[in-house]
């Protein structure tokens, strides 16, 4: 789901702040027009708690909202265009907002009859010089917090579209990676392939048919590859069937094989090619470099949430030092770095005199 930017955030939070200022405003005008008429109809009259408050309440009808109204308009307009200005454009509104709103609270004071009418001006001049202050002092305060949050939500979001792009770049380079990876793979065992096949040919033309028939399937499998970054092991096993029987058409009888594969676990995602590698590490360093060959060995086995695929064969071993990243074994621990991170692991030991390549990784 591609994530909101800042201009549309802040305009859904400015659209939201005006809609909720906006109906203040109109229900507080309401009330105070309602008060007004009722105090200058003689319907009732104000004691002296309620004429005090009468009296903070006009001030903030008239003064308080209009000058939240103003600054919030004002400064989600002109804060980026006058950022070193704004405090004293802001600053101007609040002074006139006061004068303004105090002239206007003095009218309804002389119109309900709380003032006499000859001390309008004397009155005027008394409260103004009060309602600046209370007005910039309160005013500016609250203009600085808005200001602040929305930067604050603002910065917050920008670093939220920042990390899901790198996340998303990070994913492009490793599927990019991971590709070139398992491109590298497809060449050199067909090439092994073609060359058994080529072998077959002038002795045994119907074996370098049936041949061609597994390779077709190697083919097949090896072009699908390139599109999933893991497949059944029911899949990889036949590959691993058909490449051993390729294999078995050069070397004879020095190839013998087992595979010990449970049914419940033909169904479990591996990366594509993997046993096959570690077979085909086994069929190049071992059975082609011995007279008698290799038995190879195929078990695969689950423990808690980690699948298990092992490769074993009776001869001399190596060391896990010798992977270097142009060997077959090196190119499959990157693609489970890639695939797994950390969780995908790959272990060369020696048990029972045999040599075990033990591939191990998240179900």
């Known amino acids: 789901m591609p994530m909101p930017n800042v201009t549309d955030t802040r305009s859904r939070s400015r659209a939201y702040a005006a809609h909720v200022l906006r109906a203040f405003v109109i229900a507080a005008g309401c009330a105070l027009l309602t008060v007004v008429l009722f105090l200058s109809l003689g319907r009732f009259r104000l004691s002296e708690s309620g004429r005090a408050l009468f009296i903070a309440f006009t001030y903030c009808a008239l003064i308080a909202l209009p000058s939240i109204a103003l600054l919030t308009r004002i400064s989600h307009r002109y804060t980026d265009r006058f950022p070193r200005l704004i405090v004293l454009i802001q600053a101007a509104v609040l002074v006139c907002t006061a004068v303004v709103g105090s002239m206007a609270a003095g009218v309804v004071f002389q119109i309900v009859g709380l003032f006499p009418r000859g001390e309008y001006w004397g009155e005027l001049r008394a409260v103004i010089p009060l309602s600046i202050v209370i007005s910039l002092m309160f005013g500016l305060s609250i203009s600085a917090y808005e200001t602040l949050r929305y930067k604050l939500q603002a910065t917050t979001l920008e670093l939220r579209t920042k990390q899901v792009e790198q996340e998303r770049a990070y994913k492009l380079l490793a599927e990019a990676q991971l590709s070139s990876l398992e491109s590298r793979i497809h060449p050199h065992f067909l090439f092994n392939t073609l060359n058994s096949i080529a072998a077959l040919i002038p002795s045994n033309p119907q074996l370098a048919e049936d041949t061609v028939g597994k390779l077709a399937s190697l083919l097949r499998f090896s072009l699908n590859a390139n599109h999933a970054s893991v497949v059944p092991l029911s899949q990889e096993l036949k590959i691993v069937r058909d490449y051993l029987e390729i294999e078995k058409t ?87 770095e890639l695939l797994y991170g950390g969780a995908g692991q790959l272990e060369v030991t020696r048990e029972n005199e045999k040599t075990v390549v033990r591939l191990s990784f998240p179900a």
């Open 250 to 336: 050069r070397f004879g009888a020095r190839i013998r094989y087992e595979i010990a594969v449970p049914e419940a676990l033909v169904d479990v995602k591996v990366p594509p090619l993997a046993l096959q590698s570690l077979v085909e590490n086994s069929v190049k360093h071992v059975v082609s470099q011995r007279n008698q060959g290799a038995m190879i060995q195929i078990a695969a086995s689950q423990e808690s949430n980690r699948i298990r695929l092992e490769v074993l064969d009776d001869g001399p071993g190596f060391s896990p030092g010798a992977i270097t990243p142009e060997h077959g074994l090196g190119n499959l621990v990157a693609r489970l």
